[in-house]
């Protein structure tokens, strides 16, 4: 098992420029998620999803677009990249069910100039 | 809802040295708790976790935790430290909440162990 994979591990982009954070797991997990890992500010739930078609907001979700149309993948787009994003980024997955143990992917360094 | 709180950001401890790292949590009902290591440039990983019975729990590379439900805590410990235990160690909490799945982090300890 590959486990969470996340492409691309580093990224530069321009104030303005569009892209997408890939994100994928092999697990057959309903529930994934993304955090954005800031100095000092710990990890902060952007968006989640319990399975595929459904997503939800978390604590930081302006400025980011999620869907989830297989289990497997949950992209999240930056639609206009601002440098209030510059930040590491981690997708997690887990079954839904409690306790809720995630698994995190490897993250990408994102820069926006 | 529930809250994490790691009473320390940085903690430095000279190699061999016992550590501690502190958290406390806030919920209104029966948790799950976690702590999660991230060395540098990595993502995160599992250290241990509580879910229920012994509140003493046993986790990778000698670290231990004790649940203290009285004083809502899950304070880390490790008897004898190594350089490489030099990351930062995330503490977690889920709970029961009618079906939320949700993880909340606390803000994160970065332990510096040096020679």
């Known amino acids: 098992n590959a486990g969470v994979t996340q492409t691309p591990k580093f990224q530069v982009l321009k104030t303005g420029q569009s892209m997408t954070l890939q994100c994928a797991q092999d697990m057959n997990h309903e529930y994934m998620s993304w955090y954005r890992q800031d100095p000092g500010m710990g990890l902060r739930l952007i968006h989640y999803s319990v399975g595929a078609g459904i997503t939800d907001q978390g604590e930081v979700p302006n400025g980011y677009n999620v869907s989830r149309s297989t289990t497997e993948d949950f992209p999240l787009r930056l639609l206009s990249a601002a440098p209030s994003q510059t930040s590491v980024y981690f997708c997690?997955?887990?079954?839904?069910?409690?306790?809720?143990?995630?698994?995190f992917g490897p993250g990408t360094r994102l820069t926006v100039l | 809802a529930q809250s994490v709180t790691q009473l320390d950001s940085q903690v430095p401890v000279f190699e061999e040295a016992p550590v501690e790292l502190r958290c406390n949590y806030s919920?209104?009902?029966?948790?799950?708790l976690f702590w999660y290591v991230q060395y540098p440039n990595q993502g995160l990983q599992l250290l241990l976790k509580y879910l229920s019975g012994s509140t003493l729990v046993k986790g990778i590379n000698g670290f231990e935790a004790e649940f203290n439900k009285s004083q809502t805590s899950f304070h880390l410990r490790k008897p004898s430290v190594h350089i490489s235990d030099t990351a930062e160690y995330f503490c977690a909490v889920s709970a029961n909440l009618g079906g939320s799945e949700k993880l909340v982090f606390g803000k994160g300890t970065k332990l510096t162990v040096n020679p």
């Open positions: 919920s209104s009902v029966s948790v799950y």
């Open positions: 997690a997955s887990s079954y839904r069910r409690l306790p809720n143990e995630q698994f």
